[in-house]
C-alpha cells in the first residue's frame, strides 16, 4: 500500500531533465503542492532533445525545434515563464527530388495557390481539412486534463481523445490511411512523404497518427522560444521548486520498509551514479521521463514482478542534425538560378531518386537580433541538413561552395514507426512508478511530452489519493459537453 495514504508524499524522483521530465516536475508541484520534495536526475544536458550549438556569435537548435500554434502546454509553459516567443522570419520552401527542384514556392500567396490546384486539384485543401480534423479531437485532451482526468496506456489516452478512428490511425501507415481518404498517390508522393522526411526522416509509412501531427507540423503560424526551447526545460525545473541532480539512474528497485502505522509500505530505490561515485536514496513515487530504448538510457529494475525490462522492443531512428556555416551551392540542387536570387529556406526531399538528405533549411539563430534578414544563399549562411547517416566530406563538398564551420549531433530522434503498431509500453510500470516516453509510440514531439507529463502527474496523485473516478473514464467527451 502507498505510505501514509491520507499525507501526502514527502519524496518523488524524476528521471530526465527533458521537457518531459521538467513539465513533469512542474505537474508534481501543482498536484501535490510546495511539501514534497521532487529531485530531477539528469546525466546530459538540462532539456535532452532540446539543444543549442554555438555557431559564430549564434546559438542555434539542433534538434527540437518548432511547436505548433494550438500545442497549450508549450504555450501555457512560456507564459508562465515570462519567456516571449521568437520573432519569425518568412520562409519559403521548394520540394527537391533528389535532382532536381519539383516545385518553388512563390512570394505570392495567389501564384502558390492555383500552382497547387493545378498541379494537385483539391488535395491540398482536403489536407489541410484533414489534419484540421484530427487537431480538432487532439484539442479534447486539454479540457480532460483541466478536469484533472487521466489514462493508464497511450491507447486509452487515445481512444478519449478521437475514439476508435485514432486507433485505426495508429494502425494504418498515413499512405493507407491518406489513399483511404482519397487522396492522390502524386499528392502522397511529392508533398505528404516530403514532410514525413523533414519532420521524422521517415517515409509515409509511418502511422497515420504520427503523420497527422508531422502534417500539423507544417501548419503555418509555426512558432520557437526565444532565446532556445531547451529554457522552457530550466525555467520549469526552477519553477518548481526541483532539485536537479546532475547524475546518471543505474537502476531503480522496489524496498518494503515497515511504517509508524505498522502495515509494510513500499518505496522506491534509485541507485544512481553521479561525479563523487555512486549513491542511492529513497522515494514515495517515480516517474521515469527517458525512452526505455536500446541506446537512449540503460536503467534496470530489480524486485519488480511482473518484470519491467530495461529495454521495451522497437527502436529508435537516427537522424543526423549538420549545421554548417558556408557558401550553399545551389547548382547541387539541380537549379539554374542564380545564388543571389534563390530566397528558398526549407529545401523538403520526395523518397525518389534515394536523396541522401531529407532535409535542407537555412537556419535562424534561436535569438533573432534586431534588423536581422536571413541572407540570400550567395552569402555565407548557417544551414541544417538532416540526414539518416552523417555526411562524409565529399559530401558536403558537393553541397557548399566553401564552408568554415560543421557541427554534427547524432540523434536517436523518436520511434521508427512501423504500423499496424504493437501494444505501446505502459504509463504505469508498477504502484507508483510511471513512464513518461511511453506517448512517444503515438507520436515524439515537446507537446506529447507535455501532455504526458500531465497525464502521469494526474495518474500519480489519483493512485496515492486513491480516486479511480478519475483514471480511464470512457465517453468523457459526451460527459463533459458543455462544460467550460
Ligand atoms: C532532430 C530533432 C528534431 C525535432 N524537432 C521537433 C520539433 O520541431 N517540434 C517538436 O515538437 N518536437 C521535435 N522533436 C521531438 C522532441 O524533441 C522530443 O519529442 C522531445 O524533446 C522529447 O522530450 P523528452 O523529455 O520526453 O525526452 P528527452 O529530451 O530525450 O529527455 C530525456 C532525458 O533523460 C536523460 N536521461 C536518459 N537516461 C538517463 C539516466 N539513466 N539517468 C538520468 N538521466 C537520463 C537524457 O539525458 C535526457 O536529457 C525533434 C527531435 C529531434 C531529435
Ligand atoms: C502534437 C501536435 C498536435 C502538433 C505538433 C506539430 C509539430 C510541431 C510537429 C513537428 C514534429 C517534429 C518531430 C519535427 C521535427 S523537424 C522540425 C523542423 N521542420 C525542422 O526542420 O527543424
Redesign the pocket.
Known amino acids: 500500500s502507498a505510505p501514509e495514504l491520507q499525507e501526502q508524499p514527502k519524496k518523488i524522483a524524476v ?9 513533469t516536475a512542474y505537474y508534481l508541484r501543482q498536484e501535490f503542492g510546495p511539501g514534497v520534495k521532487i529531485d530531477v ?10 539543444a543549442t550549438v554555438k555557431i559564430g556569435d549564434y546559438e542555434y537548435e ?7 500554434p494550438l ?1 497549450l502546454h ?1 504555450k501555457h509553459f512560456v507564459d508562465k515563464l515570462g519567456i516571449p516567443q521568437r520573432k519569425d522570419v518568412p520562409s519559403k520552401m521548394a520540394i527537391f527530388d533528389g535532382k532536381h527542384i519539383l516545385f518553388e514556392e512563390s512570394d505570392w500567396f495567389i501564384v502558390n495557390f492555383f500552382c497547387m490546384l493545378w498541379r494537385y486539384g483539391l488535395n491540398f485543401l482536403r489536407m489541410q481539412m484533414w489534419v484540421e480534423t484530427v487537431l480538432d479531437k487532439f484539442m479534447r485532451i486539454y479540457q480532460y486534463q483541466q478536469f484533472g482526468y487521466s489514462f493508464s496506456t497511450v491507447e486509452r489516452l487515445l481512444h478519449a481523445m478521437g475514439g476508435d478512428s485514432f486507433l485505426t490511425l495508429m494502425n494504418q501507415t498515413l499512405e493507407e490511411a491518406m489513399m483511404g481518404e482519397g487522396f492522390s498517390q502524386v499528392f502522397i508522393n511529392d508533398i505528404v512523404a516530403p514532410i514525413t522526411r523533414v ?1 521524422y526522416g521517415q517515409s509515409v509509412r509511418i502511422n497515420g497518427f504520427v503523420g497527422a501531427v508531422s502534417l500539423a ?1 507544417a501548419d503555418s503560424g509555426l512558432w520557437a522560444v526565444d532565446g532556445g526551447n531547451k529554457k522552457v ?1 530550466s525555467g520549469l525545473l526552477y519553477n518548481s521548486k526541483s532539485e536537479l541532480i546532475p ?4 537502476s531503480i528497485s522496489v524496498k518494503v520498509r515497515p511504517s509508524k502505522r505498522g502495515t509494510p509500505v513500499s518505496l522506491y530505490e534509485i541507485n ?1 551514479v553521479d561525479q563523487s561515485g555512486a549513491a542511492h536514496s529513497l522515494y514515495d513515487i517515480v516517474i521515469v ?3 526505455l530504448h536500446r541506446g ?4 534496470t529494475f530489480s524486485g519488480f514482478s511482473p518484470p519491467i525490462p530495461s529495454h521495451y522492443p522497437g527502436h529508435y531512428h537516427q ?1 543526423v ?1 549538420t549545421l554548417v556555416h558556408g557558401l550553399l551551392n545551389v547548382s547541387y540542387l539541380g537549379t539554374t538560378e542564380a545564388a543571389s536570387e534563390f530566397t528558398v529556406s526549407d529545401v523538403l526531399t520526395t523518397d525518389s531518386n534515394g536523396s541522401i538528405i531529407n532535409s535542407l533549411s537555412s537556419l535562424d539563430p534561436v535569438h533573432i537580433p534586431k534588423g536581422y534578414k536571413r541572407p540570400p544563399a550567395s552569402q555565407a549562411n548557417v544551414w541544417k541538413v ?1 540526414s539518416k547517416k552523417p555526411l562524409s566530406q565529399e559530401q558536403l563538398e558537393n553541397m557548399f561552395l566553401s564552408y568554415d564551420s560543421v557541427s554534427e ?1 547524432k ?1 536517436l ?2 520511434p521508427a514507426y512501423h504500423p499496424p503498431h504493437r501494444k505501446t509500453p505502459p504509463f504505469i510500470l508498477h504502484n507508483r512508478l510511471y513512464y ?2 511511453a506517448v ?1 509510440w503515438a507520436a ?6 507535455a501532455i ?1 507529463a500531465r497525464n502521469v502527474a494526474l495518474l500519480a496523485h489519483h493512485h496515492w489519493h486513491e480516486q479511480k473516478s478519475k483514471i480511464d473514464q470512457e465517453d468523457l467527451h459526451t460527459r463533459l459537453r458543455g462544460e467550460l
Not at 547524475?247 to 543505474?250: M, Y
Not at 515524439?444 to 511530452?449: C, F, I, T
Request: net charge negative.
Open positions: 528521471v530526465g531533465a527533458g521537457i518531459g521530465g521538467a513539465a536526475f539528469e546525466d546530459g544536458s538540462v532539456g535532452g532533445r532540446l539542433t534538434g527540437g525545434s518548432v511547436i505548433h500545442n508549450m519532420n507540423g526545460c547524475a546518471r539512474v543505474t544512481y521521463a527517458t525512452p537512449k538510457s540503460d536503467v537522424t542534425a538532416f549531433t540523434w530522434a523518436y513518461l516516453n512517444e515524439s514531439a515537446m507537446e506529447m511530452s504526458a
